[in-house]
């Protein structure tokens, strides 16, 4: 999809945060979210093509959308997690209900379908989970039936049950997946649909703004024209086509409700003052509880603008990347918001102060669109197979990428990112030589690997002079300290946890201990802590008490 | 330079407007003789913009050793009532500034007033430091009006040549002094708070970005150098009873042509005691602390006690529970009283600077680590609304 | 009937710090957002095309990204926008960016009405204004609450020291705007930004104004900043804690000592 330009972007942005300024302080969603109540109205108001029209973002012009890209829509869920992760979802699921359409639909479905979510404001649902069926849809139970009139098929009756399904109680339209004669594919299934009933909203642990029901159907009519790309047996290489960016929208919402949450706590922290000065001049609390998890998710920012510019600039699939944005995101959000508690001690732990909400919403990215262990196991699937075809030259050669960029510039991280990725390679040879991977334990710990020296590597690259990207809210300088911070993690959990990690599954490391280098990498952590000092400073001026 | 170019269609509009009687028709066409003042009032109203002023040519014409004396505009204002008009106290704290500038240079300090009708001002001017008086008298001077206004002073100034002009930063004086400036190509600097001389050069200093930060501007290539100064941030100095000023007549023709704006109407809100906000002795303000209306009357229970004035934050002003005229701060009014009662204001930076110079500042606040403290000569750690019926008790009592 | 409206991009004043090592600002971290005051200026003249009909067009002053004030106000109903970019204009102080800004606005054509805001919020000097107006030689009414149409003529609500005041006048003429009481400023849905972006829009240099390049920039500005430094700061209070009746009593205290009160 074509991207907006920056500035349209830009003011995009605003117009969403001043909205939300206006009608979503925190105190509005606290109550919401006490109440459990789906905000019907508010969701209303930012459907209306006068007021946001969010949901035409993602709808071509031709359609009557706005045409947002994967990088402008990104920017969008970040900021949306931002306000409220439940309205995020509610969103979301538009979002991700009109994919089946966007990607699989034929010209004259799309025209009807899409116009209409454009025109009508309509809140639309994406059905596939089944109580036994998560990622593993091929369990799915859901049937549908050819109904033969005059010897041809005029419609399907869909019968089954769906779970957990966002905006399953309030949206107008459904994309429902189900087992066709010809294998599994999407159906777009009407809310007033006879048999079609969805049950109440669930009781959640967090997102409680985000409305979230099964669905029952029973014998429901669905006419021929309704099967998405009029074409049985599709529906999971459908599925699977928008992996790529509908996982890194979840990545932006793990790292606007991640950034949140710490923003919060820096803020916060200007303004504690303990033994005689605020808590964000100690290294006892800065150090530990907000520049490594800076250092984290904006290592998960770059990683998700690179996979997003790579799809808008024509890449197709991008699943390992989506899942590496994902993984990265959501787990380092979900660990800022976590200690963003910790940093407001006993604020924190009360419902005053917005960080407890976020932790509680937040968990969901780790879970949603592909739980974390999903994720890698979708990594290491990915990158093994590229291990083996490139013959373990794929990480060297982007280790060899760090050192040519370390070469340009000396202060961006590209060397201890090169030492990860170099580790990185020498642990998953060692593990193709000695047959490892026959542990899922290793191959699942090698996606979490991978996810951290890629990321490192590719913070390193943003980092670097003429590509800061314009997402970034302190300056330059502060930038490549965290990126170096952040590097040193990678190349030091490499060496080590890799080392262990062969250890552990074989009594044999055979000189892995000499490739991972862990002398280079022990070296390479000097200047760590006037890194984080510089990190911190900076973020306590790009952040000031309020 | 001033030109007439072919374009020149004699009309004739140029010639009235002319304050200084140098447009003639000849032939015609227009013709300026040198009265001329290069003051623009004909480039305005030529409907075929034949009049052009060369500012380069009329720029390097000058030769800045030539400008000389510190020049205070005078701002004058109703009675109110209806009894006439009076100089207003932002002007004589101008003249105070004005007559340390004119003796660190040397030089003399003029009064510019500009009047219907003077009501031997030059008296009361000459007290607070004026050394001359120009006057220019006339009928459609009877109220301000920005091109009338300017149309005169600027031709006053290229008649004389000063080396520095005050203008208060009042509305007045922030409508006049730009329009003068884009005229004759001089800087300006707005809101100034502090005024000096270095090197013999006017060093501005004033607030920028909301006041957190300050400047020092110069002019150095251009004169006079202009500046408009924040009312109440000057002190003004003790009067010299029987000092007055010489009297310069400036004779100024104005065509009614230059009217272009018409007051229709004009409403002056005065507090109850009569007294303006930016001129109370004692002013007893609130803010977002107090929470509702009628919490917010508990200060004006306690203002009249005082013979004060009610302030209001932002804040306050924005939750309704006062209205804007009684706003203090960098949106609203500066103010200088000798006591101000800050009641319930954390003291945001634009609260700050516009109240900063009160004489005694009193701050009562519930958080200690309120901001308004920092200001505040006397903290009190509290709340407003167990603090305040407990003072107007007090007082009332005394009162008996 | 055609306005244009002059449009600023500002850092949010609020957040700006100053390095008290190095004496620059610190704007990192700190948002661009539209003057407030042009933001009510624009809406002013948007309401007055609403209701009368009329072509708005906005115009600008700054580096490229400044496009996107003039955009905003292109997504909010404004017809055409103008930015003068160049790096002759950079430096300039109010008088440079008047008479670019005059330079500009005469060659959009024949305007009946200027919106400006009533000053920026990182300068403060509400200067720029009334320096357009005198530049193209047109009259101005400054610190507007509100500006309406009646007939021909404009009538427009103004502040004045202690009051306010209703003026009328003729077009052509230059109105610089307050932010009004509870303002709430309206913000483009996602369809308006997205037909703006297809507006016209200009960027026109010094030349493309026809502005001599004497007259911009920091040569031509008659101002210069000679030096920029924090406020001083004030002691801190004495600070008093105690029980209401003790706080009342020290505060009357305070007051019989200063002569507020008798003894």
Known sequence: MPSMDAISRGLVLDSLREYAKRRLPYDVIRELDHANEFPAEILKEMYDPAVLGVHLLMIPEEYGGVSGGTYDICRVCEALARIDLGIATGVFATFLGTDPVNVGGTQEQKNKWLNRIARENLLVAYAATEADAGSDLINLRTRAEHVVKNGKIAGYRITGNKQWISNGGVAHLYTVLAMAPGGPSWFIVERDMEGFSPNKHEDKHGIRLSNTAALALDNVYVPAENLIGLEEGKGLMQAQAVFGYTRLMVAAFGLGAGWEALEQAIRYSQQRIQAGGPLSDKQGYTHKLIVPHAARLEAARAYIEYTANRLDGGGHGLQTEGAIAKYSATENGNKAAEDAIQALGGYGYTRDFPVEKIKRDIKITCIYEGTSEIMEMTIYRGRWQEHLKSRGRYHLDMADGMDRLHTDTHDCGAYAAGLALRALAAVMEECRVQKLTRHQHVTFKLGRLIALAETAACFARASAPGRYPDSVRFDAAIYKALSRVYAREAALTLAVEGLALVLGASDNSSGLDAAVNLPAVQEAQKGLIADMDLAAAGLKTTFKAK | MIEVSKKCIGCGKCVPVCPFAAVQMVDRLAVINEACTLCGACVQVCPVKAITINREEASARRDLSSYKGVWVYVELMDVPGGHGKKVRPVTLELLSAGRRLADELGQELCAVLIAEKNHGWEKELGEYGADKVYLSEHPEFFEYNTDIFSTAVIGIINRHKPSVMLYPASIQGRDLAPRVAASIYVGLTADCTALAIRDGLLVQSRPAFGGNIMADILSPTSRPQMATVRPNVMKIDEPRPGRTAIVVREEIKIDKGLRRVKVLERKLAHDKAGTRIDEARVIVSGGRGLKTKEKFRLLEDLSALLGGVVGASRAAVDMGLKDKTHQVGQSGTTVSPKLYLACGISGAVQHIVGMKASDIIVAVNKDPNAPIFNVAGHGVVGDVHEILPKLIDSLKKKGK | ?263
Not at chain 3, 151 to 172: L, M
């Open chain 3, 1 to 263: 009937m055609n306005i244009v409206v002059c449009v600023k991009q500002v850092p949010d004043s609020t957040e700006v710090k100053i390095n008290p090592e190095t004496g620059h600002l610190i704007r990192a971290g700190v948002p661009s957002i539209i003057n407030p005051y042009d933001h009510a200026a624009l809406e002013n003249a948007l309401k007055l095309k609403k209701a009368y009909g009329g072509r708005v067009t906005v115009i600008s002053m700054g580096p490229p990204q400044a496009r996107s004030v003039v955009q905003l106000g292109l997504a909010l109903g404004a017809d055409e926008g103008v930015l003068l970019s160049d790096m002759a204009f950079a430096g300039s102080d109010t008088w440079s960016t008047s008479y670019a800004l005059a330079k500009g606005i005469a060659k959009i054509g024949k305007t009946d009405a200027i919106f400006c805001g009533m000053q920026a919020i990182d300068g403060d000097t509400a200067q720029t204004g009334p320096g357009i107006a005198q530049q193209l030689g047109i009259p101005q009414v400054t610190f507007c609450e509100h500006v309406d149409i009646e007939g021909k003529n404009f009538i427009a609500r103004r502040h004045i020291d202690g009051g306010h005041e209703i003026v009328e006048a003729r077009p052509p003429v230059l109105f610089t705007v307050l932010v009004p009481r509870e303002f709430r400023p309206r913000w483009p849905s996602f369809p308006e930004i997205h037909g703006s972006s297809k507006k016209p829009y200009h960027v026109w240099t010094a030349e493309d104004i026809g502005a001599e390049k004497h007259y911009l920039g920091l040569k031509g500005s008659p101002t210069q900043v000679s030096r920029i430094y924090p406020p001083p700061q004030r002691d801190k209070a004495e600070m008093f804690t105690g029980s209401p009746h003790e706080a009342a009593e020290h505060i009357l205290a305070i007051m019989r000592k200063g002569q507020f009160i008798g003894d």
